[in-house]
């Protein structure tokens, strides 16, 4: 089965703090992707990566970073947290090619509060 | 624009079938995927039409229909344990980006 993990299910910050999210896969996945969850609103892409090193944004990257260094290993940065990126994070991974963004799998999800 | 609707509820009874529509507004959508996901817990995959047609799976089936721009979910033999969020989302030509509709809520009734 494939696992991705990440690094907290929760999470409080203050606003102009920088935070860091990891996320974690097994299954030597060359997609993986970052979400933001709010009610209402769904899924929404801040960022993918295709390989290591290589990135792009999504639909909403504003305030939002992200590095790959491993094949294994994507992560978040919020460089200056507000309080209008209070969410739920949500780490996902995919195979090569085109099956790898219509099947997904996805980390536990972090709740980050920003106040 | 680019975006997928589906119903933020629908509420139906144990054992019953129940439909969850997704209409999609624009080009270059490549195939429609669903995914489940219980409070608290992680979007899990269930299904991906990449053709028009229908594609079973156990109590859970998929459609897509590229020319009306629109697809469903259909679950069969409801049980109590299927209530959860259902997300229709679709990958765009072009990229590995994937939109998600908002999200479906089932209720399922004793």
């Known amino acids: 089965d494939v696992k991705v993990t990440q690094s907290s299910r929760y999470l409080v910050k203050r606003t102009g703090e920088k935070v860091f999210l990891e996320c974690v896969q097994d299954m030597d996945h060359e997609n993986m992707f970052w979400y933001r969850q709010d009610p209402g609103l769904g899924l929404r892409l801040i960022y993918f990566s295709y390989d290591v090193k290589m990135k792009e944004k999504g639909d909403i990257p504003e305030g939002y970073s992200v590095s790959r260094e491993k094949k294994e290993r994507f992560s978040l940065i919020l460089e200056s947290a507000s309080t209008n990126q209070t969410s739920m994070y949500l780490c996902?991974?995919?195979?090569?090619?085109?099956?790898?963004?219509?099947?997904?799998?996805f980390g536990p999800g972090t709740r980050l509060t920003v106040t | 624009g680019q975006s997928l609707e589906q119903p933020s509820e629908v509420t139906a009874v144990e054992g019953a079938i129940v439909q969850i529509n997704c209409t999609y507004q624009?080009?270059?959508?490549?195939?429609l995927s669903w995914y489940q996901q219980h409070d608290g817990g992680a979007p899990t995959f269930l299904s991906y039409?990449?053709?028009?047609g229908l594609e079973e799976t156990g109590r859970f089936s998929s459609f897509l229909s590229r020319s009306d721009s629109y697809g469903y979910l259909l679950l069969q033999e409801l049980q109590m344990k299927d209530s959860a969020s259902y997300f229709c989302?679709?990958?765009?030509?072009?990229?590995?980006?994937?939109?998600f509709g908002a999200g479906t809520r089932l209720f399922v009734k004793a």
């Open positions: 989302a679709g990958g765009r030509t072009g990229g590995f980006k994937t939109i």
């Open positions: 624009t080009s270059g959508f490549y195939g």
């Open positions: 996902a991974s995919g195979g090569a090619g085109a099956s790898g963004s219509y099947e997904q799998y």
């Open positions: 039409n990449a053709l028009d």
